[in-house]
Every structure is written in C-alpha cells, then in structure tokens.
Antibody, heavy 114, light 112 residues
C-alpha cells in the first residue's frame, strides 16, 4: 500500500523558514518523481515543486528562489525547504507521487502570520 | 502558463442523475510522445485529493465505472453516469504536458 506522510508544518512569521518532510512507503521511491502541491484555505490546488528520481528540481514561479526541493532516496523521504515565507504561502502542503499525482499524502498546514 | 478553465463552478445534481464537468486548456495538451496528460481529481470534504482519471480516459484502480473521462486537444469532460451521495466534493482537472503543471479552478458537486 502506498503511503505518503507529510510533517513539519506550523505557524511561522513572515520572512521565516520551515522544512517540510514527506515519508514515502509502498513503492519504489528512488525511481519515482515526486511533487509538492498546496491548497490555500478555501481555494483550489496549486503545483509548487517537483523533482525527478535523480534529483532534478522544478519550481513554480511563485516559489522559485525561495523554496528548495530535495530528496533522500536512502530514507525514502522528500523535503521542501521554505525560506522567506510570505502570508500568501499559507496553505495545506501535500506531497504526491510522480508527475501525474497518482497518490497524495494527508497534508501538513503551514500558516505564515505575525 | 497553460490556463485550465473548468465549468460550471458549481453543479447541484439529483441522486441517480448524470453529471458532466468541462475542462478547457489554453493550449493543446498533446505531448510530443503522442500522449495527452490530462488528469481528473476528486476532493471530498475534509480529505486529500484523489486521482480518478489519468491521460484523459484511464480510470484509476478502485474508481467506480460510473466515472468516465473523454476529450482531446484542448477540450475535456468528466462524466458521472449516476451520481451517488459519496460523489459530493470538488473536482479538479490538471494538465501535465507543459511546465508548469497547472490545475483547473475546481467544480463543486453537491446534491440538490
């Protein structure tokens, strides 16, 4: 059974940083592309960042230069380092398997507020 | 960026009746490999999204056969042949052909 478990969300002040983690199991993590998506309160879905199995990153323009996606294939874990956070980054952040979002985690809430 | 436009925004339906959601893209979603990377997702209240359909018309494992996807190029449709109470939620289309990946704004399905 595929499982994706996000963690690391919380309340942070504008300009602050957070690192999200996504622990994966039930599939070949090292050969699978992975993505981060987000959903602001009461809003729709937005793609944030993705990474190939080999570590090649892709970013939405809205987070480029502020967020960094990485993966540790030895730990089956995906990360999202978020710096220079803004109020508009407030959202539930989901990790998802492959470029087609085959499976999603339960999400972790990030609130950027003073 | 490819803009994905869904309609309607809200769709009240009677139990047992059909429902149809439209998704239109601002560019063709046919990739150079010949595939069309258009997916549909369901998000029930309080839950994470769940993929229903990939590459236009392929149902994911465990998805009831009352759900079907069709379309080509820039024009796509998700149909529910007979709506059940468990189908209440928001439905999103998403294109995976062009960078960045983009989602439609969502269609809320509820029961009349």
């Amino acid at each position: 059974e595929v499982q994706l478990l996000e963690s690391g969300g919380g309340l942070v002040q504008p300009g602050g940083s957070l690192r999200l983690s996504c622990a994966a199991s039930g599939f070949s993590f090292r050969t699978s592309a992975m993505n981060w998506g987000r959903q602001a309160p009461g809003r729709g879905l937005e793609w944030v960042s993705g990474i190939t199995g080999g570590g090649g990153p892709y970013y939405a323009d809205s987070v480029k230069g502020r967020f960094t996606i990485t993966r540790d294939n030895s730990k089956n874990t995906l990360y999202l380092q978020m710096n220079s956070l803004r109020a508009e980054d407030t959202a539930v952040y989901y990790c998802a398997k492959d470029w087609y979002f085959e499976y999603w985690g339960q999400g972790t809430l990030v609130i950027v507020s003073s | 960026d490819v803009v994905m436009t869904q309609s309607p925004l809200s769709l009240p339906v009677t139990l047992g009746q059909p429902a149809s959601i439209s998704c239109r893209s601002s560019q063709s979603l046919v990739y150079s490999d010949g595939n069309t990377y258009l997916n549909w997702f369901q998000q029930r209240p309080g839950q994470s999204p769940r993929r229903l359909i990939y590459k236009v018309s392929n149902r994911d494992s465990g998805v009831p056969d009352r759900f079907s996807g069709s379309g080509s190029g820039t024009d796509f449709t998700l149909k529910i042949s007979r709506v059940e109470a468990e189908d209440v939620g928001v439905y999103y289309c998403m294109q995976g052909t062009h960078w960045p990946l983009t989602f439609g704004g969502g269609t809320r399905v509820d029961i009349k």
